[in-house]
């Protein structure tokens, strides 16, 4: 499996902008589709966006489009979300995650980060 760290998380108000970054380690990172999700408290996980091994295709839940962009950096082994026009109702922990292709890291990734919270308020 691939390891991964994020980090970015933190407070912002409403209607400001965060980038997270996710660092990948222990195999080859460009081998990899990465993704992001978020749990909100009493919540259940939920998908937010994905990226395709190249970093031509990207895919992103409805309640994100238009506000986030998912973006790799495959010689800095990196994957990035940057969130813009943020909402009190992203506040979630978000979590970066990893698989061998696009269906499964957008659905049950094999690979997951520690998480960073992210807080919006209002």
């Known amino acids: 499996q691939v390891q991964l760290v994020e980090s970015g998380g933190g407070l912002v108000q409403a209607g400001g902008s965060l980038r997270l970054s996710c660092a990948a380690s222990g195999r080859t990172f460009s081998n990899y589709a990465m993704g992001w999700f978020r749990q909100a408290p009493g919540q259940e996980r939920e998908f937010v966006a994905g990226?395709?091994?190249?970093?031509?295709?990207?895919y992103y839940a409805d309640s994100v489009k238009g506000r986030f962009t998912i973006s790799r950096d495959n010689a800095k082994n990196t994957v990035y979300l940057q969130m813009n026009s943020l909402k009190p109702e992203d506040t979630a922990v978000y979590y970066c995650?990893?698989?061998?292709?696009?269906?499964?890291?957008?659905?049950?990734?094999?690979?997951w980060g520690q998480g960073t919270q992210v807080t919006v308020s209002s």
């Open positions: 990226i395709d091994w190249s970093g031509y295709g990207t």
């Open positions: 995650a990893a698989d061998r292709t696009v269906v499964a890291v957008t659905t049950t990734p094999g690979s």
